[in-house]
């Protein structure tokens, strides 16, 4: 028994010098290479090859062969004076009629039954082209401010008359006539007169303030004209 207590530990003597004994260089494990992570690990810098094709966007914008992205918001009412607001209204309830997909595009198939419903159908390339002429951001559909660009160029005169674009504008009924601006007859004899209009434009914003102001006048007096009932009926 004393004997083999004995060799135990001398067997674990022997593998703890092992242990502690330095071992050669060509026995130990190689050092690791330290690692760098990507400049962009943290996604605050962009790929190489989001910055090539932001690069090959600028170039084609500077060579005229594509256009700057047009924002999707903007103000119809000052950037066309030369509507009135309630024929902005009107233009816009006629294009969201159209928008079936709610997206706030008309795409070609939208374009289609539009001018269908219009009564002047047009060939597919009919439509494409139609979309071309007026389509700034090369997105293949119409926005609001690029359905308001055909009206702008019919009343400007710079529609062909056998165009889709023109029988678009006049068939779409919205006339200008009913709201006396400049005394024209008919929506397409009125050109542009942006400057002449902005009067105009001022003048109906102050109108739907003081409507609105009326409006709140006479809720407090049916509300006072309510608690006087009241105190009536329980006096």
Same mark, same amino acid.
Do not use: W
């Given at each position: 028994?004393?004997?083999?207590?004995?060799?135990?530990?001398?067997?674990?003597?022997?593998?703890?010098?092992?242990?502690?004994?330095?071992?050669?260089?060509?026995?130990?494990?190689?050092?690791?290479?330290?690692?760098?992570?990507?400049?962009?690990?943290?996604?605050?810098?962009?790929?190489?090859?989001?910055?090539?094709?932001?690069?090959?966007?600028?170039?084609?914008?500077?060579?005229?062969?594509?256009?700057?992205?047009?924002?999707?918001?903007?103000?119809?009412?000052?950037?066309? +004076?030369?509507?009135?607001?309630? $024929?902005?209204?009107? =233009?816009?309830? !006629?294009? &969201?009629?159209? *928008?079936?997909?709610? @997206? /706030?595009?008309?795409?070609?198939?939208?374009?289609?039954?539009?001018?269908? +419903?219009?009564?002047?159908?047009? $060939?597919?390339?009919? =439509?494409?082209? !139609?979309? &071309?002429?007026? *389509?700034?951001?090369? @997105? /293949?559909?119409?926005?609001?401010?690029?359905?308001?660009?055909?009206?702008?160029?019919?009343?400007?005169?710079?529609?062909?008359?056998?165009?889709?674009? !023109?029988?678009?504008?006049?068939?779409?009924?919205?006339?200008?006539?009913?709201?006396?601006?400049?005394?024209?007859?008919?929506?397409?004899?009125?050109?542009?007169?942006?400057?002449?209009?902005?009067?105009?434009?001022?003048?109906?914003?102050?109108?739907?303030?003081?409507?609105?102001?009326?409006?709140?006048?006479?809720?407090?007096?049916?509300?006072?004209?309510?608690?006087?009932?009241?105190?009536?009926?329980?006096?």
């Amino acid at each position: 028994m004393a004997s083999d207590e004995l060799a135990k530990k001398l067997q674990s003597r022997l593998v703890a010098s092992e242990e502690t004994e330095p071992r050669p260089e060509s026995e130990q494990s190689p050092a690791r290479a330290p690692t760098h992570e990507p400049d962009n690990a943290s996604g605050d810098l962009p790929s190489e090859s989001e910055l090539a094709a932001k690069l090959n966007r600028r170039l084609d914008i500077n060579d005229g062969t594509s256009a700057p992205r047009m924002s999707r918001v903007f103000n119809p009412y000052t950037e066309f +004076k030369e509507f009135s607001r309630k $024929t902005i209204k009107d =233009l816009e309830a !006629m294009f &969201k009629r159209y *928008d079936t997909g709610r @997206d /706030g595009f008309i795409d070609l198939m939208e374009l289609k039954l539009m001018m269908e +419903k219009l009564g002047a159908p047009q $060939t597919h390339l009919g =439509l494409k082209n !139609m979309i &071309k002429e007026v *389509d700034e951001d090369f @997105d /293949g559909k119409l926005s609001f401010r690029e359905f308001l660009l055909i009206f702008r160029r019919a009343a400007a005169g710079e529609l062909q008359e056998e165009s889709g674009l !023109m029988a678009l504008a006049r068939l779409s009924e919205i006339n200008v006539s009913a709201e006396g601006v400049m005394g024209a007859k008919d929506f397409f004899e009125a050109k542009v007169q942006a400057l002449s209009q902005s009067c105009k434009f001022e003048a109906e914003i102050r109108e739907e303030k003081e409507e609105r102001k009326r409006q709140e006048v006479e809720k407090k007096e049916r509300q006072a004209a309510f608690k006087q009932l009241q105190s009536n009926f329980h006096s």
